[in-house]
């Protein structure tokens, strides 16, 4: 019997309705953007990083290549702009929250913000990746699709808060 557990029924079916051109990649299982990397063996800046971010009381994901760390000063000034007010705090939460907010297993976050009902902000140099692996919400399954794509499905603001690691 196979330890790779199959590819989230719902997300599938979100991908399929949308007619967005995309490939599922099945993988060992993995808990990180490095380890996503390194299995498929592509570059960090090929690789969507995916972070449920808290700001006041609002949640977004925060979508960021994988070689890149999030500015929180950046992404709450972003983050104001979209909410059209001032974001007090931003942080990332705890696992719990991601489990009993969005009822999922800790870790095992989709890069799709809209099948969560959660608005998407995109670091704006991943948009100049022609093409990503985006986190599927399964520790043995990712997502390739055209970044264009996904900007458009997931009607992702774009704007910098990301900083290249050294």
Request: hydrophobic share 45%.
């Amino acid at each position: 019997m196979s330890k790779i557990k199959k590819f989230p029924l719902k997300l599938a079916k979100y991908l399929e309705n949308s007619k967005t051109k995309h490939k599922i990649l099945i993988h060992k299982t993995v808990y990180t953007a490095y380890d996503v990397a390194a299995t498929m063996g592509k570059k960090l800046n090929e690789i969507a990083k995916t972070l449920l971010v808290a700001a006041d009381k609002d949640y977004y994901l925060a979508i960021l290549p994988a070689d890149h760390n999030l500015d929180f000063k950046k992404l709450s000034q972003l983050m104001g702009k979209v909410a059209g007010k001032k974001i007090k705090v931003v942080k990332i939460p705890g696992e719990e929250v991601m489990e009993k907010l969005l009822k999922i297993k800790a870790g095992a976050m989709s890069a799709f913000g809209s099948f969560h009902k959660l608005p998407v902000i995109m670091e704006k140099k991943l948009s100049e990746t022609k093409k990503a692996i985006f986190s599927s919400g399964s520790f043995n399954h990712s997502v390739e699709m055209a970044v264009k794509d996904f900007v458009k499905l997931e009607k992702a603001v774009l704007g910098s808060f990301g900083v290249k690691k050294k």
